[in-house]
């Protein structure tokens, strides 16, 4: 099929959606690229963002390339040129035709490499204020935007907007060499990698609409650093935990896409060569004798799995782990998930240990949750649907919703 003919054949609306397809699933690696070039971040994301303008403008017309992404890195290259020379531009039917044979004679495999995980350590340069590191790596190298890292890290987008400018503007002003880090500088690095990759996991695996692609970029993130820092336990730990998640995914949901609870899963729909997998990773990480936050959590998800697998009650041994967890990396959703276990033996005890986070956690969808669950094991059905209610109004995920709705009826 000549050229002509395979554009005509392309279905009504291909281009937007292809132009929606590479901006979800290719917008880190290019930017990446483009920002190891410019050095300027916020340049670059604007380079970017008017190239897939000028795709949707130009691609129904003339058909989506044979390699998007090409064109999109030659666009955004030809934007940020634009931008330097200032006003040194030709006009607009050139440009379009020149981008087109850029595009044929880049149609090649693009060098993205380890680009991304080159921007990663970028983010984690000391220069940069420690809070915002994991933050400007989600936005810049997974495309998140602020509203979205804001509500993983707990705090409101308009702080996290200006956060992330600030240090990208840093980044720019103090010249940061787009480079991984040396061996020995690595290790003091990574956990601020490892923590917006999972960041970046459990955006995907809360967003129906872009799991599939965040999750799958947070996976083959955790791989490349494996292979870079094999002796790593924490990277291992993390890779570990989210294939135990993952491998779980297709039985979240029924055959009418209703959410299915965890101790209500069929295993038989698990992935169980991920599984496999997961499990060699977690006990290759305990070789190393340093247990860290990825490695608990994922030794928490293997325990829960094998609950649903044999019926064996690891009550204690889930706490304990729980225990463990909140004196290496304390945080919230830590002390949430210990309150969840803590309700099948003591419920009074986990409702105290709900209450003391209260502040902290007013919208906190799985302290609601957990809250009703609670309530609901004490017989306060009143307060228990009050919970559930609250839970369901701060969940995008129409599923869960539903089943969170559905226990008002209980």
């Not at 009143?382 to 559905?406: I, K």
Request: proline share 5%; with cysteine.
């Amino acid at each position: 099929m000549n050229e002509a003919a395979r554009r005509s054949a392309e279905p009504p609306g291909c281009a937007p959606l292809a132009a929606a397809l590479a901006a979800r699933t290719s917008y880190g690696r290019l930017l990446a690229l483009l920002a190891s070039r410019s050095r300027d971040i916020a340049a670059a994301e604007d380079a970017l963002a008017e190239a897939l303008a000028t795709a949707l403008a130009v691609w129904p017309a003339r058909g989506v390339p044979d390699n998007p992404d090409a064109w999109l890195l030659t666009a955004a290259r030809r934007n940020i040129g634009r931008a330097r020379a200032r006003g040194a531009t030709a006009a607009r039917e050139s440009e379009t035709m020149q981008m087109l044979q850029d595009e044929r004679d880049a149609a090649g495999p693009l060098p993205f490499g380890d680009d991304r995980l080159k921007l990663l350590f970028v983010c984690t340069h000391p220069a940069i204020a420690a809070d915002v590191q994991a933050p400007l790596m989600l936005q810049t190298v997974l495309g998140l935007d602020a509203a979205r890292i804001a509500a993983s890290f707990l705090v409101s987008p308009a702080a996290m907007g200006q956060k992330l400018v600030r240090a990208k503007r840093r980044i720019r002003d103090a010249g940061i060499a787009f480079q991984v880090p040396d061996a020995a500088q690595l290790p003091a690095r990574l956990a601020a990698v490892l923590q917006a990759i999972y960041a970046a996991f459990g955006n995907g695996w809360d967003d129906l609409k872009t799991r599939d692609g965040l999750t799958s970029e947070a996976i083959w993130l955790a791989r490349l650093l494996c292979e870079l820092q094999p002796e790593q336990p924490e990277a291992i730990g993390l890779l570990a935990l989210m294939l135990h998640c993952e491998a779980r995914r297709p039985a979240r949901r029924d055959a009418a896409g209703a959410f299915v609870p965890l101790s209500a899963q069929d295993p038989q729909r698990w992935d169980a060569a991920m599984l496999h997998e997961a499990e060699a990773l977690l006990r290759f990480a305990a070789c190393f004798g340093t247990p860290g936050r990825f490695q608990l959590e994922a030794a928490i998800q293997s325990l829960h799995a094998e609950r649903v697998l044999t019926g064996a009650d690891h009550g204690t041994a889930l706490l304990a782990l729980h225990d463990l967890l909140l004196r290496i990396a304390p945080s919230a959703g830590a002390a949430v998930a210990r309150a969840a276990v803590l309700a099948e033996t003591d419920p009074a005890a986990a409702l105290d240990a709900l209450a003391a986070l209260t502040d902290r956690c007013a919208d906190y969808q799985p302290w609601w949750a957990t809250r009703a669950h609670v309530l609901r094991r004490l017989g306060d059905g009143d307060g228990a649907r009050v919970a559930a209610r609250a839970a369901a109004d701060r969940t995008g995920d129409a599923a869960v919703r539903h089943y969170l709705l559905a226990t008002l009826q209980d």
